[in-house]
C-alpha cells in the first residue's frame, strides 16, 4: 500500500520560510514522480512542484519559481519542498502526491497525501 505522509507547516508571518517533507512508502520501484499540490479556499487545486527520482530534474508552476525548491532525498524515500518569501497569497493546504508512471510534465499523479495546512499572516 502506498502511502504519502506529509510534515513541517504550519503558521508563518509573510516573508518566512517553511520546509515541508513527505515520506512515500510502499512503491515497488524506486522510479516515480513525486511533488505537491496545493488548495486555498475558495479555489481549485493546482500543482506546484515535481521532481522525478530518476533523473532529479524539478518542476514549478510559475507562481512558485524562485521562491520554493523542490529536492528529493532518495535514500530517505522524502521529498522536501523548502518555501522562502512566503506571501499570504501562499496560504494553502499542501499535498504531496506521486504517481510511478506519469510524468511531470503532464503530472495528474494517482497516490495523494492526506495534506497539510500552511498560514502565511500578513
Known amino acids: 500500500e502506498v502511502q504519502l505522509v506529509e510534515s513541517g507547516g504550519g503558521l508563518v508571518q509573510a516573508g518566512g520560510s517553511l520546509r515541508l517533507s513527505c515520506a512515500a512508502s510502499?512503491?515497488?520501484?524506486?522510479?516515480?514522480?513525486i511533488g505537491w499540490f496545493r488548495q486555498a479556499p475558495g479555489k481549485e487545486r493546482e500543482g506546484i512542484s515535481c521532481i522525478s527520482r530518476s533523473d532529479g530534474i524539478p518542476y514549478y508552476v510559475d507562481s512558485v519559481k524562485g521562491r520554493f525548491t523542490i529536492s528529493s532525498d532518495n535514500a530517505k524515500n522524502t521529498v522536501y519542498l523548502q518555501m522562502n518569501s512566503l506571501n499570504p497569497e501562499d496560504t494553502a493546504v499542501y499535498y504531496c502526491?506521486?504517481?510511478?508512471?506519469?510524468?511531470?510534465?503532464?503530472?495528474?499523479?494517482?497516490?495523494w497525501g492526506q495534506g497539510i495546512q500552511v498560514t502565511v499572516s500578513s
Open positions: 502526491a506521486a504517481d510511478p508512471l506519469v510524468p511531470c510534465s503532464d503530472w495528474f499523479p494517482y497516490y
Open positions: 510502499g512503491f515497488r520501484s524506486d522510479d516515480y514522480t
